[in-house]
């Protein structure tokens, strides 16, 4: 089985602007970032994304941006993610299993990489994307928490840095 690191992406590997990201231009990826992931998949880490993109669904920007976002974002990491979801719909218009705090996205990471879960992190800032990681037994931690804190969360980091750090154990 594999070990895996699963990444919010808003607010964790880009820079939060407070609303929706609605073009490539608004993609600000913090030097620590590609740094960080290249670490975790040197010490055998799988990484995926899953990220809420209802903005999609409401009309506010269309699959391409949230595509041209990610290529960016692998470019910057030399390719170091092995996957990104995202979940494009809203529950009130159609429900969404894919969207957090719904765990399908998560489950398909799982599934597609055959990872333990014991040995896995979900990396997030706001307390739904910890919810299906803890349903699912993958350890949670809280990172740069201008929002809330949640209880849910097993660790609590100011920088992605950190968060590797706390990881790898160094
Ligand atoms: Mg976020």
Redesign the pocket.
């Known amino acids: 089985m594999n070990k895996c690191v699963f990444l919010?992406?808003?607010?964790?590997l880009n820079v939060?602007i407070g609303r929706h990201i609605m073009k490539v231009d608004e993609f600000v990826i913090p030097e620590d970032v590609p740094v960080g992931l290249k670490r975790l998949k040197a010490a055998g880490y799988k990484l995926v994304v899953v990220?809420?993109q209802s903005g999609i669904a409401r009309g506010y920007y269309d699959d391409q941006v949230v595509l041209d976002c990610h290529e960016l974002l692998q470019k910057q990491c030399d390719h170091a993610l092995d996957q990104l979801y995202y979940a494009p719909l809203i529950d009130h218009v159609s429900k969404s299993l894919m969207r957090k705090p719904d765990s399908l996205m998560l489950e398909k990471g799982m599934a597609k990489f055959n990872v333990d879960p014991s040995q896995s992190w979900m990396i997030?800032?706001?307390e739904r994307?910890l919810i299906p990681a803890k349903k699912l037994g993958i350890h949670t931690m809280q990172i740069m928490a201008m929002v809330p804190e949640t209880d849910i969360a097993e660790e609590r980091v100011q920088t992605f840095t950190e968060a590797v750090d706390l990881i790898l154990g160094e």
């Not at 919010?8 to 964790?12: A, I, L, S, T």
């Open positions: 919010d992406r808003d607010g964790v939060e990220t809420n997030g800032d706001k994307d």
